[in-house]
């Protein structure tokens, strides 16, 4: 199962990593810079989130890919700054920012979608639960946990999203908004959980 799931991060690793890689050659022959980048992916991808929550359902499929869009273009930002000798700490930090801006308009769009669907406050609630374990999730294994993000058994951002934003378009597309909710409230704290379970355990069996 280890393998199989490796196999498929890595698969889908290389997908956005080509996407991305290409987009990039062609970017870094304009005056256009990396934070120019950053911006226009936020820009596109809070347009794919309002896509999402179109009541047209072919839309809301191009909403998806849209937002897909955004991703893709998210890595061009760092490989242009490298490129052309441009990485900055302002640029980590923005680029940080403004992936976070990017999460809340995704989980809120599909929050509403959900809720438009049920009417019910659960919809609402593993809403806050799925946004909030993503920031967390993001948050502690890029700094807390940067270490341990690079082992082999570890999860880094990149992958976690690989997969995720996967699953969003899969359970989205078949009209699911809460399920993937759910599925990514369930997945963000249990690989918290273990993250911290790990950290104490080889603090404690540190000399």
């Known amino acids: 199962m280890q393998a199989k799931k490796a196999s498929y991060t890595n698969y889908m690793a290389m997908i956005f990593s080509n996407a991305s ?28 989130a309002v896509m999402i929550l179109h009541p047209t359902y072919y839309f809301r499929i191009l909403g998806i890919v849209v937002w897909f869009v955004a991703y893709v273009m998210d890595f061009c930002d760092g490989e242009i700054a490298r490129f052309k000798n441009m990485q900055s700490e302002f640029g980590h930090w923005f680029d940080e920012v403004t992936d976070r801006l990017k999460d809340v308009g995704l989980y809120t769009a599909i929050t509403l979608l959900a809720f438009g669907q049920s009417s019910s406050l659960t919809a609402v609630l593993f809403g806050l639960l799925a946004l909030g374990g993503t920031l967390l999730y993001s948050y ?5 946990f940067s270490s341990a993000s690079q082992e082999k058994k570890g999860v880094s951002p990149d992958k976690f999203g690989h997969v995720n934003y996967a699953i969003m378009a899969v359970l989205v597309a078949l009209d699911w908004p809460q399920i993937f909710l759910m599925f990514v409230t369930a997945v963000t704290y249990s690989s918290l959980a273990i993250k911290i379970y790990s950290a104490r355990h080889r603090v404690a069996g540190s000399p």
């Open 21 to 48: 890689i290409r987009l990039s050659y062609v970017l870094v022959h304009t005056p256009v810079t990396p934070d120019q980048v950053t911006l226009l992916s936020t820009f596109i991808g809070l347009m794919g």
């Open 140 to 144: 502690a294994i890029t700094y807390r």
